[in-house]
C-alpha cells in the first residue's frame, strides 16, 4: 500500500499535466501562499488529497501555468507511520526504474548531518523522435514535521525547474550551477508549518 501510494504522490511534474478544466485549489495543509523560494513568490494554483492519508498542493509564480510552467514548488505531505529512509529509498527506486528508458535521467540523495532529513534532487528528460524536447530538474526535501492534534507525517517540499526546445542544451550545459544554486536554496529554506485541515 506505502508503494502504491508513494508512487502516486511523488511522480514528478514532469508527468502531472492538469488541464484547466480540472483545477482546483483549496489550501487543505495550512499553506495558501503565496511561498517565497529563491527569490521567487509561489502561488497556490492547485491541490488534491488523493488518499486519506496524501495531500498535495502545487504553486506558481504569477503568468505561468500547470501545462507549460518554467518554475513549480509542490508540497507532498503523507500521514503514514513509516520512516523517512522507507520515503526516499522509493523515490530513488522511481529513479532507478526511469534510468533505464532516459539517458539523461541523473539522481543524488543528500543526508543532514542530524540524519533527520534528506534532500534527493534529479534531472530528467522527455524525447520525441530521438530529440530532446523537455529536461526538469528537481530538488526534493523529505522530513517528518508536525501536522497539528498531536499527530506527523512525512513532508516533501519540492521545486521543479524546466527548460524546453531550443533552450535545453543551454540548460545542461548550465546544470552544474544551477544544480548547486537551487540545492543551497533547499537547504536554506524555513519549512512552512503543516496544519491538516478537516474536509
Known amino acids: ?116 532529513e534528506f534532500i534527493v534532487d534529479c534531472i530528467m528528460s522527455v524525447s520525441k523522435d530521438d530529440q530532446i524536447t523537455l529536461v526538469e530538474f528537481n530538488v526534493n526535501r523529505f522530513k517528518r514535521v508536525a501536522i497539528g492534534s498531536g499527530k506527523t507525517g512525512i513532508l516533501v517540499y519540492a521545486y521543479s525547474l524546466r527548460s524546453y526546445g531550443d533552450n535545453v542544451l543551454h540548460f545542461l550545459d548550465t546544470l552544474t550551477e544551477v544544480r548547486a544554486t537551487h540545492l543551497n536554496a533547499m537547504i536554506a529554506t524555513t519549512l512552512p508549518s503543516i496544519i491538516v485541515k478537516n474536509d
Open 1 to 116: 500500500m506505502f508503494a502504491m501510494m508513494l508512487s502516486l504522490a511523488i511522480l514528478t511534474s514532469l508527468f502531472f499535466v492538469i488541464g484547466s478544466e480540472t483545477i482546483d485549489a483549496p489550501d487543505r495543509i495550512g499553506v495558501s501562499g503565496p511561498i517565497s523560494f529563491n527569490g521567487t513568490q509561489f502561488s497556490l494554483a492547485w491541490s488534491q488529497k488523493p488518499r486519506d492519508t496524501y495531500y498535495v498542493q502545487e504553486y506558481l509564480p504569477t503568468g505561468e501555468e500547470l501545462e507549460s510552467f518554467n518554475q513549480m514548488m509542490a508540497i507532498h505531505l503523507f500521514i503514514l507511520d513509516i520512516k523517512i529512509e522507507d520515503a526516499v529509498r522509493q523515490k530513488v527506486q522511481q529513479f532507478k526504474n526511469r534510468q533505464l528508458t532516459d539517458k539523461i535521467c541523473q539522481f543524488e540523495v543528500t543526508e543532514s548531518p542530524t540524519g533527520d
